[in-house]
């Protein structure tokens, strides 16, 4: 996670919870509203008892950054929603498939853009997790990026997951003429599914942040796919309730299904310097594979603190390490996690 804009600033010194830090931080949270972020400042052996305050009072630590021998720590003041309605750890499995970009989205959670590092996920690894998911209890996978039609092989990606199960794939749109097109014409119509991320009913908001004629090349790229006869997904990031509203009311006029549509709210990690702070025990998991392991949750594939494990394979193996990470946060989790929509 990049440094986050916090409201207020606690600096511990030498004092834990034993000797008067707590009355600081409950003071300092008292001119709050939920959401906000605090910076408390203090040495390491802080961690511990702050992390069960956290859980036992409904906030939450969002972010943990080393200063020399001391700490930063970030607390978000407020809980979110609660478990209900939450998908069956490990039934759906995301694949980052690879992490550079055509396009550098200043609110992207992984920071992808044309100048990252590919950091692909092995065609070989994709084939093994095609083997593995299905005995493995995944019911569909979503392949994400970056952008993973940059990729020279994504044809054998997609053709490989989709006859393995159901596939779905984030994409911003853009490359899906030309030579990608033909690619198209060699999927599983029934099979697979293409999440496009348009962010706006007209382009000024979505180019601000995806770049200047992403919107019109977008809207290009879902007619493609649908003239390809594939169904399509829209996918929408958006930084307050006004958008939110302006995007519902266009699909209401478009006539697109609720159920093809995914409204999202900006989430303060990688690029982003404004939306929802997200902690890992703030939410649901949803398997993640990336090049360098598991992780919690797709919104946090590259921060150390949605990292489970390093080890992949076999594949049901690091899904149970998920469950078994989850099964802790719940038995200690006083805030309850969420549902953060990716797809």
Not at 142 to 166: H, K, N, W
Not at 309 to 326: D, G, M, T, Y
Request: glycine residues 8%.
């Amino acid at each position: 996670m990049g440094s986050l804009r916090y409201r207020v600033e606690v600096r511990a010194g030498d004092r834990d919870f034993s000797t008067g830090l707590l009355n600081d931080l409950l003071e300092a949270l008292q001119g709050l509203t939920d959401g906000d972020l605090l910076s408390l400042h203090g040495p390491a052996r802080l961690g511990p008892d702050l992390d069960r305050w956290a859980r036992f009072t409904g906030n939450a630590i969002v972010e943990v950054m080393p200063e020399g021998e001391t700490r930063r720590f970030l607390v978000r003041k407020g809980a979110l929603r609660s478990y209900d309605q939450a998908p069956v750890v490990g039934s759906r499995l995301w694949l980052y498939t690879n992490f550079d970009c055509n396009l550098a989205c200043d609110y992207c959670c992984v920071r992808s853009s044309p100048r990252a590092e590919p950091r692909a996920l092995p065609l070989e690894d994709v084939q093994r997790v095609a083997a593995e998911a299905p005995g493995a209890g995944v019911r569909e996978l979503l392949l994400t990026g970056g952008e993973p039609f940059l990729r020279s092989d994504i044809d054998q990606v997609l053709q490989v997951c989709a006859r393995a199960l159901p596939t779905t794939v984030l994409t911003n749109g853009l490359l899906f003429a030309g030579k990608r097109r033909l690619t198209l014409r060699t999927l599983p119509r029934d099979r697979v599914v293409f999440q496009i991320s348009l962010d706006s009913p007209t382009p000024a908001l979505h180019d601000r942040h995806r770049g200047e004629g992403s919107w019109e090349r977008a809207r290009a790229g879902i007619a493609i796919a649908r003239e390809e006869g594939f169904r399509v997904r829209l996918a929408s990031t958006v930084a307050d309730a006004e958008a939110e509203g302006d995007f519902q009311a266009f699909i209401e006029r478009e006539g697109i299904p609720e159920e093809d549509c995914v409204l999202r709210r900006v989430a303060l990690r990688g690029f982003a310097e404004e939306g929802v702070a997200l902690s890992r025990s703030d939410l649901v998991p949803e398997v993640t594979l990336t090049r360098e392991g598991v992780y919690w949750h797709p919104v946090g594939a590259t921060d150390p603190d949605f990292f489970v494990s390093a080890q992949r394979f076999p594949l049901a193996e690091a899904i149970e390490a998920v469950k078994l990470a989850f099964a802790e946060e719940r038995r200690f989790a006083t805030s309850l996690a969420s549902v953060f929509r990716c797809a």
